[in-house]
Nanobody
């Protein structure tokens, strides 16, 4: 079992940056792939980024590529999402997710809200 707690959301002006954190509790964090999804009001939850259990592979949604960067610190059992050049359309509830091996989506956090003002 893995518990995920997100933090770092808030209000930022368009063009600004935020760093989201997801702290994982439970055993064997280094064996879990991690990811971020987001959901805006009235929209479906969508994939944002993922990082492999080893940290060696990352993948991004086209809409955030070259602006968002996912990383992990196994010593701290934490995954990060650095978000740069934020746009109003990035505003959403951001969710952290984990999965054993190469999958994600087995475990979910409660979410952290990101608001981007224009």
């Amino acid at each position: 079992q893995v518990q995920l707690v997100e933090s770092g959301g808030g209000l930022v002006q368009a063009g600004g940056s935020l760093r989201l954190s997801c702290a994982a509790s439970g055993r064997a964090f280094s064996t879990y792939s991690m990811g971020w999804f987001r959901q805006a009001p009235g929209k479906k939850r969508e994939f944002v980024a993922r990082i492999s259990w080893s940290g060696g592979n990352t993948h991004y949604a086209e809409s955030v590529k070259d602006r968002f960067f996912i990383s992990r610190d196994s010593a701290k059992n934490t995954v990060y999402l650095q978000m740069n050049s934020l746009k109003p359309e990035d505003a959403a509830e951001y969710y952290c997710t984990a999965g054993l091996g190469d999958s994600i989506g087995d475990y979910w956090g409660q979410g952290t809200q990101v608001t981007v003002s224009s």
